[in-house]
């Protein structure tokens, strides 16, 4: 089956600082990936997206690359801000097995940033 | 309103309790979808609707969880005979077409408390 395996939290950063937030997968085809923000209090929206190997999805200053040969899409954003604290979430939708509309997600990882 | 909205925000229920949740999804949008968000989990895959017809329920958790979206609008979520495992974070969200590529917009969610 599929699955999303991504770094546990907290991770707590000051501002400024270059972040990180591992993420790896399991899938029977080739799927899509996304990262998805939960802000306190606010639903999850879309970050970012790939749809193929080596596609880089980026938006917001936020990166991430779909690396076929590592089963991986880790985030990555050179300077955060305080606004940037929330929940992310990477999630796949796999198009193998007629469902490709159904998102598996990771557990989150919550990211605190100080000023 | 331009987003998925859902209703209520927060619900409490006494164990054995029927509930029913709503979703009111993005105007226009063929496809809906429910997840659940247990505390501390990411949100799993419940059912699928593409207007009013269900076509994936393959998530949900037993005969007690029932959901309908009967014009192809509006989406209701029920539960019966809650139990105190049913507490969680529901989730709708909606997409235009319900494809592999597409962005699902999600809704603030429903905080289930059963006790």
């Known amino acids: 089956g599929n699955s999303v395996t991504q770094m546990e939290g907290p991770v707590t950063l000051s501002e400024e600082a270059f972040l990180t937030i591992n993420c790896t997968y399991t899938?029977?085809?080739?799927?899509?990936l996304f990262w998805y923000v939960q802000y306190p209090g606010e639903g999850l929206q879309l970050l970012l997206k790939?749809?193929?190997?080596?596609d880089k999805g980026s938006n917001k200053g936020f990166e991430a690359t779909y690396r076929k040969e590592t089963t991986s899409f880790h985030l990555e954003k050179g300077s955060v801000q305080v606004s940037d604290s929330a929940v992310y979430f990477c999630?796949?939708?796999?198009?193998?097995?007629?469902?490709?509309?159904?998102?598996?997600f990771g557990k989150g990882t919550l990211l605190t940033v100080n000023p | 309103g331009a987003g998925v909205s859902q209703s209520p925000r927060y619900k409490v229920a006494k164990r054995g309790q029927d509930v029913a949740l709503r979703c009111d999804p993005i105007?226009?949008?063929?496809?809906l979808f429910w997840y659940q968000q247990a505390l501390g989990q990411g949100p799993e895959f419940l059912t699928y609707?593409?207007?009013?017809?269900?076509?994936?329920k393959s998530g949900l958790p037993s005969d007690r969880f029932f959901a309908e979206r009967p014009e192809g609008s509006v989406s209701t979520l029920k539960i019966q005979r809650t139990q105190q495992e049913d507490s969680a974070v529901y989730l709708c969200?909606?997409?235009?077409?319900?494809?592999?590529?597409?962005?699902?917009?999600f809704g603030p969610g429903t905080r289930l408390l059963v006790l």
């Open positions: 969200a909606s997409s235009l077409k319900g494809t592999l590529q597409e962005t699902q917009y």
């Open positions: 899938a029977t085809g080739y799927p899509s």
């Open positions: 105007s226009g949008h063929v496809s």
């Open positions: 609707f593409q207007n009013e017809a269900q076509l994936d």
């Open positions: 999630a796949l939708s796999d198009p193998s097995g007629g469902s490709n509309y159904k998102l598996t």
């Open positions: 790939a749809t193929k190997a080596d």
